[in-house]
């Protein structure tokens, strides 16, 4: 239920995607090994293989790698280290925060901003959305204004308090006890071709399974939703006369 296996197909991800799920028990541990997985990579992979418009912004491009055939518009603002695999798409107002991992045919997209976070190849984030420490899956796509939260409301004052945040515990299913992920930060997981409606919220640590559909303006609690499943929105509408 945990294992990246249950989310992803890995048969026939090539490097360097692959390695970074080498050895990986637990799905979300990959994004703990994120950033020094990527950092290893360069400056060796580190090139310009796609088309840079003018007006767009990289910072640390010795930590950049821009496949053949990718699009970077003008306005979009990339940190190192970031990889961005070929024919991918990257917006105008895409911001690109550090530690950005994107496959083959992702769209990054206006107005969305991206940190710590892994898109499988085909995920799309085309318009206004927030993917930060979060998984998307092969095929994954998020609806308009769809937003990965990755802090606990509470752990603000938790961290003025102690000093730093509290770990993100997920309840799965069968399990009396809610796991410990160990991450203080932690969006959402979606597996292979899941998709999420316009204005969907994610609440921190949500776990989707593969295929799952997620309807509009949902916000989802954290936890483990199964694979192949519809989350449907319940809300009774109510139609009264005009009044001059």
Not at 87 to 110: I, N, Q, T
Request: proline share 7%; glycine share 12%; hydrophobic share 40%.
């Amino acid at each position: 239920m945990i294992n990246p296996q249950d989310f992803f197909d890995l048969s026939n991800l090539a490097e360097p995607f692959a390695g970074l799920f080498s050895g990986v028990e637990r799905v979300w541990e990959a994004l703990a090994r994120l950033q020094p997985y990527l950092e290893s990579l360069f400056p060796q992979q580190a090139a310009i293989l796609g088309q840079v418009e003018a007006g767009a912004t990289l910072v640390n491009p010795e930590q950049i790698y821009i496949g053949p055939g990718s699009h970077v518009q003008a306005g979009a603002y990339i940190i190192g280290p970031a990889y961005i695999g070929a024919d991918c798409e990257v917006r105008h107002g895409a911001y690109l925060r550090g530690s950005v991992m994107a496959g083959d045919h992702c769209v990054l997209g206006h107005a969305s901003e991206f940190k710590n976070a892994l898109l499988l190849p085909g995920s799309q984030a085309p318009h206004f959305a927030y993917v930060g420490d979060s998984i998307l899956g092969q095929r994954v796509n998020l609806g308009a204004g769809t937003r990965l939260a990755n802090v606990e409301i509470l752990s603000g004052r938790h961290k003025v308090k102690t000093g730093q945040r509290p770990t993100i515990k997920i309840r799965l299913p069968g399990l009396a006890e809610p796991v410990d992920t160990g991450l203080r930060k932690l969006g959402a997981i979606l597996g292979d071709d899941a998709q999420s409606g316009c204005n969907t919220v994610t609440n921190p640590g949500c776990l989707i399974g593969p295929g799952a559909l997620i309807y509009p303006n949902v916000s989802l609690s954290k936890g483990y939703w199964p694979a192949g499943k519809i989350i449907k929105l319940r809300q009774d509408l109510e139609t009264i006369e005009l009044r001059p």
